[in-house]
């Protein structure tokens, strides 16, 4: 649409601008990568939990701050090892409570490599040094599989737990565990795919909303990182897509009807203003906030290196059916 007058596009532009609200307010230690946040039951304290060494700790008593580092989940990292990781790099934590328990997933791989394995740790307080490294659950992968076993990220729907992973090859892969900490003889399946370019959907998350009654999967699509290296053509960078299925197992699909395993994906976030490249994200019920994305981005203000990651979140509201940030 063409306008007349040049007084109307200040307005046209603000508005646009503000498609998106402005991560909530962070101090303390905000740096982060894949991020996995969750509320202890018996405090109500704020965990962080992200990608790098051990998988670093980080407290605080609001999800604005300020965030304390505790040191390393697994300081003497993992029992597992792959080629190009011997086990001192863990990637993309998932924390979830499970009976009187904290189930903590990480990756072991090494970037650019389909190599891969997911593995366990447990703890009764998530605080640091409290956790057991339990090794790996089962799920891996290597050379000429069809998916690379990295981000996971588990659901438990009635008695039944599903983890879902995955990151480029495939793309994002779902397999049902036998029980939380083993995978078990059943056959992993394909849950959200693209055709086009190199594939770059990762980061999967899942959740249900009762509101809606569907299961919303999330995923990290883009280029990840080397921000300051190399920027990716605009639109290429990370974003945050989505898609919905009444079912946890499948079928999932976009805004457009478009199925999720043919490329479907409608965006939740994705850069604006200062905020760059959002995603390895997840979402939780915060007893302050309700329900809450969570995130890592770049703050355009201070840098675009990967050492710059800030720590993002947002209250979720709905729009007919669909989360809105």
């Known amino acids: 649409m063409f306008y007349k007058s040049l007084s109307l596009l200040p307005l046209v532009f603000g508005t646009l601008a503000q498609a998106y609200s402005n991560p909530g307010s962070c101090s303390g230690t905000c740096w982060t990568h894949d991020p996995s946040v969750i509320q202890r039951t018996s405090d109500n304290a704020y965990f962080r939990f992200s990608t790098g060494s051990g998988i670093e700790v980080t407290k605080a008593t609001s999800l604005s701050g300020p965030w304390t580092s505790l040191g390393y989940a697994l300081p003497k990292g993992s029992e597992i090892s792959v080629s ?5 790099d863990l990637w993309a934590p998932d924390v979830h409570k499970i009976g009187d328990q904290y189930y903590m997933y990480y990756a072991i791989s ?11 740790a447990t703890s009764k307080t998530m605080e640091a040094g409290s956790w057991t490294d339990q090794g790996a659950i089962g799920v891996s992968s290597s050379a000429g599989k069809s998916y690379n076993a990295i981000d996971p ?6 008695s039944t737990y599903l983890m879902n992973f995955g990151s480029f090859w495939g793309d994002i892969f779902q397999v049902p565990l036998s029980r939380p900490s083993a995978h078990g003889s059943a056959a992993s399946y394909n849950i959200a795919a693209t ?3 190199t594939h770059a959907l990762e980061g999967s998350y899942m959740f249900y909303y009762s509101g809606t009654g569907y299961y919303y999967l999330l995923i990290s699509n883009g280029i990840c990182c080397g921000y300051d290296a190399t920027r990716p053509a605009a639109g290429a960078e990370y974003k945050i897509i989505m898609c919905r299925s009444k079912s946890a197992t499948g079928s999932f699909v976009d805004k457009n009807g478009k199925a999720c395993t043919a490329g479907g994906g409608s965006v939740l976030l994705e850069s604006h203003g200062k905020v760059y490249g959002p995603g390895g994200q997840g979402v939780f019920t915060d007893s302050s906030n309700g329900l809450v994305l969570y995130y890592h981005y770049v703050d355009t203000s201070v840098g675009y290196a ?3 990651k800030r720590f993002g979140w947002n209250k979720l509201s709905w729009s007919s059916g669909w989360p809105v940030v």
Do not use: A, E, R, Y
């Open 84 to 88: 190009g990781n011997s086990g001192s």
């Open 110 to 120: 090494s970037f650019g490599s389909q190599v891969s394995s997911i593995g366990l």
């Open 153 to 158: 990220n588990l659901i438990q729907v009635g």
């Open 195 to 197: 055709t086009v370019g």
């Open 306 to 308: 990967d050492s710059q």
